[in-house]
């Protein structure tokens, strides 16, 4: 299990946040099983789950704090911590990992200077390690938010983080 | 009439590589040319070739033209689909032949392939359902509700000997049985699964065939919901496919809309729902308990069989679950007949089976092949080889769960029962290639390191168990192990195998076991003469400069450490204690003076 590491970043939701969380959250309240899309959800709106926002879901799904803190702790795509405007994923899929996917993510962190999980200081930059997201004919990849880089070395790196400095 | 077809793959391996604004030009091409109403666009599902992607294939000549840049679009308007000539510096050559291919048809990739499950990926636009049903979509599920009775469907499937396409290879049609033969609790509710939660890294078959062919799932997952007697089912697929989440969405959606989803289906008194569940990143959730559970909106963790979902499931109902691939092979079953599908394949494994081909290979893709293939046909023919002419040393079936298949094993027909045989198991299908520079015990490393962190932690043998296994390997990865710790990580591997809860503890040693079955003098070496012999290890590493230097300055400059000292036209000296074997000077040696050893 991954060790859980809680973000610095105090937590600034928007009253339109509260609000379109209430309406997603008050649609899943009969549905089955509806905490995990209720997390998904949330997320979708945040960004990540801060403790206020469980707290949210808890009260108006009729479920402990611990139980959503249990699921939400569970699955590696949510996150506790505040993510940074660019997010940096390194697929860390086998097809990447024999292609030399460990060296992108070891360089990356020295660039960026900040470890896998974390966000930098100013909220920049934050970098996961990913499971494998399927495009392995690209092998290794990575992605900043929705942009794909594949058949990455490590000295294309520089020059792609230039793009979002 | 439209006198053209132009397919571009929308594939999530083509449509990284940009292949939506190559459809976007495509569309601003035509129209500049006034051929809208001449051409038609489709963006289709996974072609299978994506180590030369992205792909367009232009019908009717069939021309296969790859590697295709948003540039390139308007020759191919005007020289195509306006002249009528063929583009032929963008057509498919042939890796090891340079032969220029003009059919997709023609290439050695797709010569030996048998495509069943992927049989409408990359033909028809996975967003129109009218396409699906003229390829005899639906086709099953009406000749299903008008003509048999879920007990002759059952005897179908049975007959086929189609089995689980997930991994274990359990019979498809028993597992229909014995949910069928199941007694419901009052409410009558029994749950039709479609696991698409594929997690095995480096697998992406089950993606492709929700990306090319929804239908195909959505249609067998109807048709097991009437053998069985459900009336709701739930598809649980993986949050980090949005494209085969928004595919599969639309798809249910359409059926919806054309009657072929919920109540009274075709005018047959039969109903069927379906739901899709989105997964969160967690591998446990491929188990079939923890699935479940986590559709339940749990913590995904396993539960102890028996009760089999057959009996207790979702919910605590009868469930069955089967994988996508699984469910992509029933719609064809049905139409075609068991002896048809039984004529493919080997003994006791029917049909074919889907692999991710991976790694150190030529033409990574998806390949769809009768089971029974040679490894050595999937590799050497279909994948074309290994690239940069390197030596082929060891393909990883089966993800974290499975093992390895040696060079000298390479001509194994791939079943369930022979890679059973050899320590490996069939698995999802990922299918990674390794060559001559891949360390297996370090590949052995990545792996626990996987199952490791995937742990549920709810049993012991595998929470501390893998942790344990994973310290053992780390030691020995690092020069610091002993030959009796390898005995004793042996034992441990054991240990875990009989005692772990669920499938992802019981399989979590394979990939040590496998790689101290074929490839134990790597072991010895890590061990007893502290080196690492594919040179991966960094701990067992060390770079040095020989005579070949010129004193070029090159590699000082480019050390991140200024580990590397000598002065201008004289041979340089790396500082062994300052080194962090980053391999950057290695990598910028124009004169091949660095070595690593």
């Known amino acids: 299990m991954a060790k859980i590491k809680l973000t610095k970043v105090p937590f600034a939701g928007t009253p339109e946040q509260a609000k379109q969380l209430e309406e997603r959250l008050e649609a899943l309240k009969s549905v089955p099983g509806g905490l995990m899309p209720a997390l998904q959800q949330a997320q979708d709106i945040y960004g990540y789950l801060p403790i206020e926002v469980q707290m949210k879901i808890a009260d108006t799904l009729n479920v402990s704090l611990e139980e959503v803190f249990g699921v939400a702790t569970f699955y590696s795509q949510f996150t506790l911590n505040y993510r940074g405007e660019y997010q940096v994923s390194v697929c860390l899929g086998t097809a990447c990992y024999v292609k030399g996917a460990g060296d992108i993510i070891n360089a990356l962190k020295q660039k960026i200077g900040i470890d896998s999980g974390e966000c930098t200081e100013d909220g920049k930059f934050s970098l996961v390690e990913t499971r494998c997201i399927g495009c392995c004919g690209l092998a290794p990849v990575m992605t900043i938010n929705s942009n794909v880089y594949g058949k990455l070395t490590t000295d294309q790196l520089d020059g792609i983080l230039k793009e979002y400095m | 009439m439209f006198r053209s077809t132009v397919l571009i793959c929308g594939g999530t391996g083509c449509h990284s590589n940009h292949s939506g604004e190559i459809y976007d030009e495509f569309v601003n091409q035509l129209a500049a040319n006034n051929l809208t109403n001449d051409v038609m666009l489709v963006k289709t599902g996974c072609f299978g070739l994506c180590a030369v992607g992205p792909v367009v294939i232009i019908y009717p000549e069939g021309a296969f033209y790859s590697t295709v840049k948003v540039d390139d679009v308007k020759e191919l308007v005007e020289e195509h689909l306006i002249k009528g000539r063929l583009v032929r510096r963008l057509l498919y050559r042939d890796h090891k032949t340079e032969e220029m291919t003009k059919a997709l048809s023609e290439t050695n990739f797709y010569k030996k392939q048998t495509r069943v499950a992927l049989r409408n990926c990359g033909v028809i636009n996975p967003e129109n359902i009218d396409e699906y049903i003229a390829y005899d979509g639906y086709q099953a599920l009406i000749k299903v509700l008008t003509e048999m009775q879920p007990q002759e469907v059952i005897d179908v499937i049975k007959a086929s000997g189609l089995r689980g396409r997930g991994g274990a290879g359990f019979p498809t049609g028993l597992k229909w049985q014995f949910c069928r033969n199941a007694k419901a609790d009052e409410t009558g509710i029994k749950y039709v699964c479609c696991n698409a939660d594929e997690g095995d890294p480096g697998a992406f078959m089950d993606r492709s065939i929700l990306e090319g062919d929804p239908h195909a799932v959505i249609e067998a997952m109807a048709i097991a919901a009437y053998a069985i007697g459900s009336c709701q089912g739930f598809i649980y697929i993986r949050a980090e496919y949005p494209i085969a989440v928004s595919r599969i969405r639309i798809a249910i959606d359409q059926a919806k809309e054309y009657g072929l989803l919920g109540k009274n289906i075709l ?262 003469d502290k080196k690492c012999p594919a040179g991966v290890c960094k701990a067992l590493l060390s770079f040095e400069i020989t005579d070949a230097c010129k004193g070029c300055t090159l590699c000082a400059r480019n050390c991140p450490v200024n580990a590397i000292s000598g002065a201008v036209r004289t041979k340089h000296v790396i500082d062994k204690s300052k080194c962090i074997k980053c391999g950057v000077c290695m990598d910028n040696c124009k004169f091949g003076a660095i070595v690593k050893k």
């Open chain 2, 267 to 528: 005018g047959t008194g039969f109903d069927f729902d379906l739901e899709v569940r989105l997964g969160s990143g967690a591998f446990v959730c491929g188990e079939e308990t923890a699935l479940m559970t986590s559709i339940e909106g749990k913590r995904g963790e396993p539960r102890p069989r028996p009760p089999f979902p057959a009996n207790k499931g979702l919910f605590g109902k009868p469930t069955i679950l089967n994988n996508v691939e699984t469910y992509a092979n029933v719609a064809q079953i049905i139409l075609k007949g068991a002896d048809w599908f039984a004529s493919m394949g080997s003994e006791k494994s029917k049909g074919t089976k889907v692999f991710a081909l991976g790694g150190k290979i030529v033409n990574t893709g998806l390949v769809e092949i009768p089971m029974g293939t040679t490894l050595r046909t999937v590799i050497e023919d279909i994948g074309g080889g290994i690239p940069h002419g390197k030596k082929f040393k060891a393909a990883q079936t089966g993800g974290p769960s499975g093992g390895c298949i040696p060079a000298h094993l390479i001509d194994v027909p791939i079943d369930y029962e022979n890679l059973a045989a050899i320590g490996s198991i069939m698995g999802s299908g990922g299918l990674i290639v390794m060559d001559e520079d891949n360390c297996m015990v370090d590949i052995a490393k990545f792996f626990l390191e996987f199952t490791k962190d995937e742990s549920c932690g709810k049993c012991t043998p595998c929470r501390i168990g893998t942790t344990r296994l994973l310290e053992y390997l780390n030691k020995i990865t690092s020069g610091k192990a002993t030959l009796q710790d390898l005995d004793d990580m042996e034992k441990l591997c054991y240990y875990i195998k009989d005692n772990a809860l669920c499938g992802l503890g019981q399989t979590a040693p394979n990939p040590v076991l496998s790689t101290l079955r074929y490839f134990r003098d790597e072991y010895i070496a890590h061990i007893v």
